[in-house]
């Protein structure tokens, strides 16, 4: 049963059953309240004079616009992955190494795949949060090296520490369209060291416009 538009009505005109059947009751019927069938259903318009229901969604999701741009949803609110590197990886003087996962906390949208593991896959445009920490080595000599999200440099480490462990947090903001790597990489300006552990989470933060 579908809505129906209300006739312009004139002085004499006739009130009938069938008016109010069509006008009233049976309109009624397709719109609020009576398209209700569950406590947290909500009313959308899903064409011009026509109304749909979504269920209510899942404890702590939010509403947002499907990707179509043409309805709401229930979404999880957080939309991002975090991954971590658990075994030792050497980075080499004088060179640019991205720095290889493989280990996946937790991937909303995915954003990372085991077959590609330096690579992460921006969904959808929009504002994302890209943080993290290396846990570097115990090196021999002193290290100079730069690190890049991708291909953006958010942090330079410089220590001639050898004879502890030393953890370094970064963490850079920035519009990502989709398809986007905001790779996470290495250029070590002088000696060799080893990146003993590392965690890197990508969240998105919202639309950009």
């Not at 049976?26 to 318009?45: E, K």
């Not at 090296?145 to 462990?165: A, K, M, P």
Request: aromatic share 12%; hydrophobic share 40%; with cysteine.
């Amino acid at each position: 049963m579908a809505y129906t538009a209300l006739a312009t009505a004139v002085t004499g005109d006739l009130w009938t059953a069938a008016n109010h059947n069509t006008y009233i009751k049976d309109n009624f019927a397709v719109s609020v309240p009576d398209i209700f069938t569950a406590a947290g259903d909500l009313p959308y318009g899903t064409g011009e004079n026509t109304a749909g229901i979504l269920a209510i969604g899942s404890a702590r999701q939010v509403l947002m616009v499907n990707e179509a741009g043409n309805a709401p949803e229930w979404r999880s609110a957080l939309f991002g992955c975090s991954l971590s590197v658990t075994t030792d990886q050497t980075i080499t003087a004088g060179s640019t190494s991205t720095v290889s996962f493989d280990t996946e906390n937790y991937d909303t949208s995915g954003f990372w795949s085991s077959s590609d593991s330096d690579g992460i896959a921006i969904p959808f445009d929009g504002v994302y949060q890209c943080s993290g920490f290396l846990n570097i080595g115990i090196p021999a000599t002193q290290i100079n090296t730069r690190v890049f999200i991708g291909g953006t440099q958010v942090l330079f480490i410089s220590t001639s520490n050898t004879t502890y462990l030393e953890v370094y947090n970064f963490s850079y903001v920035a519009r990502f369209t989709q398809g986007q790597n905001p790779y996470l990489a290495i250029n070590a300006i002088q000696w060799d060291f080893v990146i003993k552990s590392a965690e890197y989470a990508v969240t998105y933060l919202g639309a950009s416009t």
